[in-house]
């Protein structure tokens, strides 16, 4: 848009490439990302799916503080289980998990 004699332009990264850019331009001095300050954002501010991703990755850290399992371990391991349940027949006493 251009107001009072300015073009504002509006980038947006696509969502594909989870790389963050070096600069805005070439040739424009590098973003140093330690003093980016991101902007206070609400979890119903991101898309289903984003919020989906972080609120797992906000379950699993906690988790991980409290030392239990992730997720993606939880779900594991109930496969697990749920195969050995099936098959009676076979010996995991020797086998060695984690």
Same mark, same amino acid.
């Given at each position: 848009t251009v107001e009072g004699g300015v073009l504002a332009l509006s980038l947006h990264k696509a969502k594909t490439d989870p790389n =963050? =850019?070096?600069c805005v331009l070439k040739g424009d001095p590098h973003i140093d990302l330690k003093k980016v300050e991101p902007e206070n954002s609400q979890l119903s501010d991101l898309d289903p799916d984003m919020r989906q991703t972080v609120e797992k990755m906000m379950f699993d850290q906690r988790q991980k503080a409290l030392g239990l399992p992730t997720l993606d371990e939880s779900k594991n391991k109930d496969m697990l289980n749920k195969f050995m349940a099936q098959h009676p027949e076979?010996?995991?006493?020797k086998c060695k998990f984690g």
């Amino acid at each position: 848009t251009v107001e009072g004699g300015v073009l504002a332009l509006s980038l947006h990264k696509a969502k594909t490439d989870p790389n =963050w =850019w070096k600069c805005v331009l070439k040739g424009d001095p590098h973003i140093d990302l330690k003093k980016v300050e991101p902007e206070n954002s609400q979890l119903s501010d991101l898309d289903p799916d984003m919020r989906q991703t972080v609120e797992k990755m906000m379950f699993d850290q906690r988790q991980k503080a409290l030392g239990l399992p992730t997720l993606d371990e939880s779900k594991n391991k109930d496969m697990l289980n749920k195969f050995m349940a099936q098959h009676p027949e076979m010996d995991f006493s020797k086998c060695k998990f984690g």
